[in-house]
Every structure is written in C-alpha cells, then in structure tokens.
Nanobody, 121 residues
C-alpha cells in the first residue's frame, strides 16, 4: 500500500496538530491503520490503531487523552489529532496498514514515509 502522511510541522508546546494518512488507489477502511512515531536514538513506538471494524486502541500511556485516531471514509483518510503537544512528542510520525491492529512494528506490512513533528518554543 502506498501510504502517505501529511500535516507535520513545527508547533509550540501546548499546541495542536492534525496528521493525515491516505492511500492512492486503495480503500483504507479495508485495513487496520496504526500510527507510530520514532524519535532520534529510540525505537519506533506504536501509539494508536483503528481496526477494520472501527475499534480504537491506544498503546501509549504518554499520549492517552491527548491523541485521537479517526477515519474519514469519504476522504479515504485516517487522522491523528494531537493536542497539548509536549517537546517529548517531537518525532517522525508514521502510519502503517495491515489486517489487524498491533503495537508491534513487525506486524505491519505497509508504511508511509513519515512526517516530522517538532514541538519547540
């Protein structure tokens, strides 16, 4: 799946960003879509996932209550809404697709190229 992330950028602490994941020629509703992030020197971390049936799972306590995953079938997009951003949220954010949700990187077969999010004053 040719996944493409967008919406990253520079934001001040306490600010918000909305990341989008889309695919050309494929319907994302047919897949489980996960959002991951990777900071320099750290392993890629699973954040949230939305299943093919629409169920949502949060895998990271650090983003609980601040990050939300949602889907827009009409736009063939899965979004990651991030509020109250902190400097430690600085990372490259990736979306990934496979048949089932998981927090493990190896369970996803298709990945986007990533979008940089930098939280800094």
């Amino acid at each position: 799946l040719p996944l493409v992330e967008s919406g990253g950028g520079l934001v001040q602490p306490g600010g918000s960003l909305r990341l989008s994941c889309t695919a050309s020629g494929f319907t994302l509703d047919y897949y489980a879509i996960g959002w991951f992030r990777q900071s320099p020197g750290k392993e890629r971390e699973g954040l949230l996932c939305i299943s093919r049936s629409g169920g949502r799972t949060n895998y990271a306590d650090s983003v609980n209550g601040r990050f939300t995953i949602s889907t827009n079938s009409a736009l063939n997009t899965v979004s990651l809404q991030m509020v109250d951003l902190k400097p430690e949220d600085t990372a490259v954010y990736y979306c990934a697709a496979d048949l089932r949700c998981s927090r493990r990187v190896g369970d996803f077969g298709s990945w986007g190229q990533g979008t940089q999010v930098t939280v800094s004053s």
